[in-house]
């Protein structure tokens, strides 16, 4: 079930009763600060959730793109205020069908209210966004229509044909949404052939999935397109296809005062790689944390992000997984750290999986694959060593990664209120090498 939605009014008071008791700040919570928690019967055993399988990215062009017909209109076409308006380019059916999954299509939403942030001049990257509260990881920062949503690609090859299709879009918008997206950055100047084309270039982000159509769409709103780049970003771009709205969400808790921002690129490349990509595509040179790094500290941190992309493939979690099931059967022994050589440690698969998450943490690449699989051994691993406060540490990280990948907690937060209840609490018992 879908939190948060209101029948009529946009804004979500913000303090409102959350359907979810909301985590501590801090980053350990103790077992005090959670006698308040939702708690279960006594006898009730929590199952580990399963996890969630993310479907393959979209292709840009969908093989039956040349059958298809495009039509535009703008949604919703009645009750709302014009800033709710989006005019969506859509293939045929699609439309059909998401009324079809989504009765009332496109549903109410609502946005955290008063504004968790705000957009304001930011240091050599004109306007950007930055949180005016604290903000916990997983919740949503802000939701909006976009302006302008469509398919990546259009049934033309023709660019003068494609110039003018955009012009027309934003012609088709209502004034003050026509407004608001010229008052967009354009980053690309004159490489472009059109104004249009440059603000949709420099602004938009991945929408969809859209029943019907295997292909991307992206987005342009008037707020969600001011979050900058950072390659060790603190939230991501979400989008819900019930509402039609675009959302970020936090990666992880984001203080009053620090930029809001998102990833334009593949964060696991190598800084150098990352530099030409965002100089080519946007125009600027990268001063996140990451970037500024030099010598054998930019190494490092190159190093890390090749780790933990390598970790992500499916084949390797399998590999891994496989070994982490062989040490839990095996009593599992905590073994101290072994330095093979400066810079190779050989560990357990529990001591390797703690350290392949606080990799992940501080270069800020949440690997979309592998944050689950890996908060799911160490939860199963401090379950069955009976740490409580550890249980409770990672599962509540997966109800919040959980929640901004899919709106749900997905039972993770079952796990993290009720750490001596979970399947693999002292499972082990005798066979437990202590
Ligand atoms: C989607 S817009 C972000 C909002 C934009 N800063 C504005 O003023 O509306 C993307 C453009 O913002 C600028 N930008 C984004 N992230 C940046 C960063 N980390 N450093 C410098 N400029 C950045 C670049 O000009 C980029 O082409």
Same mark, same amino acid.
């Given at each position: ?11 979500e ?8 008791? $909301?985590?501590?700040?801090?980053? &350990?919570?103790?077992?005090?600060e959670?006698k308040?928690?939702a ?9 580990l ?19 298809? /017909?495009v @039509? ?8 709302v ?6 005019? =969506?380019?859509?293939?045929n ?13 496109p ?15 930011i ?9 005016t509260?604290?903000? %916990? ?12 949503? !469509? ?20 012609? =088709? ?8 997206f ?5 980053? &690309?100047?004159?490489?472009?052939? %059109? +104004?249009? @084309?440059?603000?949709?270039? *420099? ?19 008037r ?12 939230? &991501? ?7 039609? *709205?675009?959302s970020? #969400?936090? =990666?992880?808790d984001?203080?009053a005062?620090e930029?809001? *921002? ?5 964060f696991?490349?190598p ?7 965002l100089k080519?595509?946007?125009?600027? @040179? ?13 190494q ?6 090749? =780790?933990?992309?390598a ?8 590999k891994? +997984?496989?070994?982490?099931?062989e ?5 599992a022994? #905590? ?5 093979l !050589?400066?810079?190779? %440690?050989?560990? @357990? ?9 606080d /990799?992940m ?15 799911t ?15 409770r ?9 959980? %929640?901004?990948? /899919? +709106?749900e907690?997905?039972?993770? $937060? ?14 082990l ?6």
């Amino acid at each position: 079930m879908r939190r948060g939605f209101l029948l009529s009014t946009p804004r979500e008071p913000r303090k409102a009763a959350p359907a979810e008791p $909301r985590p501590s700040s801090s980053s &350990k919570p103790s077992e005090q600060e959670n006698k308040s928690t939702a708690q279960v019967p006594s006898t009730t055993v929590i199952p580990l959730p399963a996890r969630y399988i993310f479907r393959p990215l979209d292709p840009e062009y969908p093989p039956d793109i040349w059958q298809r /017909t495009v @039509d535009v209109s703008e949604f919703p076409q009645a009750g709302v205020p014009p800033e709710q308006r989006t005019v =969506f380019v859509h293939y045929n059916g699609v439309v059909d069908a998401l009324r079809a999954q989504h009765p009332g299509w496109p549903q109410a939403f609502s946005s955290p209210s008063p504004p968790v942030y705000k957009i304001v001049p930011i240091d050599g990257a004109g306007l950007g966004m930055v949180a005016t509260a604290d903000i %916990t990881a997983g919740e949503v920062i802000v939701r909006e229509r976009p302006l302008l949503l !469509s398919p990546k690609a259009l049934p033309t090859q023709d660019r003068e044909a494609l110039a003018c299709l955009t012009v027309g879009l934003v012609q =088709f918008m209502n004034p003050e949404n026509r407004r608001a997206f010229y008052a967009l950055k354009n980053c &690309k100047g004159k490489t472009m052939p %059109t +104004e249009e @084309d440059g603000i949709i270039n *420099t602004n938009s982000f991945m929408c969809g999935p859209f029943p019907t159509y295997e292909g991307r769409y992206c987005g342009v709103a008037r707020e969600c397109s001011r979050a900058n780049h950072s390659c060790s970003p603190n939230a &991501k771009h979400c989008f819900d296809p019930a509402t039609l *709205t675009q959302s970020l #969400r936090a =990666f992880r808790d984001i203080r009053a005062g620090e930029e809001i *921002t998102v990833s334009y690129i593949d964060f696991y490349l190598p800084s150098e790689k990352r530099k030409e990509e965002l100089k080519r595509r946007y125009f600027f @040179d990268c001063r996140c944390a990451a970037c500024r790094l030099t010598g054998q500290a930019r190494q490092q941190s190159d190093t890390a992000r090749a =780790f933990v992309n390598a970790c992500g493939g499916d084949a390797m979690i399998a590999k891994v +997984e496989a070994a982490f099931e062989e040490w839990l059967a095996a009593g599992a022994q #905590r073994t101290a750290p072994v330095v093979l !050589s400066p810079g190779l %440690t050989q560990l @357990d698969p529990f001591g390797m999986a703690e350290v392949l998450w606080d /990799t992940m943490v501080r270069e800020g690449c949440y690997n979309r694959g592998l944050w689950e699989p890996l908060l799911t051994r160490l939860v199963k691993g401090y379950a069955v060593l009976e740490n409580a406060e550890r249980v409770r540490f990672y599962a509540t990280k997966a109800a919040q990664l959980r %929640t901004l990948y /899919t +709106e749900e907690d997905g039972g993770w $937060r079952a796990v993290a209120d009720n750490p001596r209840q979970t399947e693999w609490w002292a499972k082990l018992g005798a066979k437990r090498i202590r």
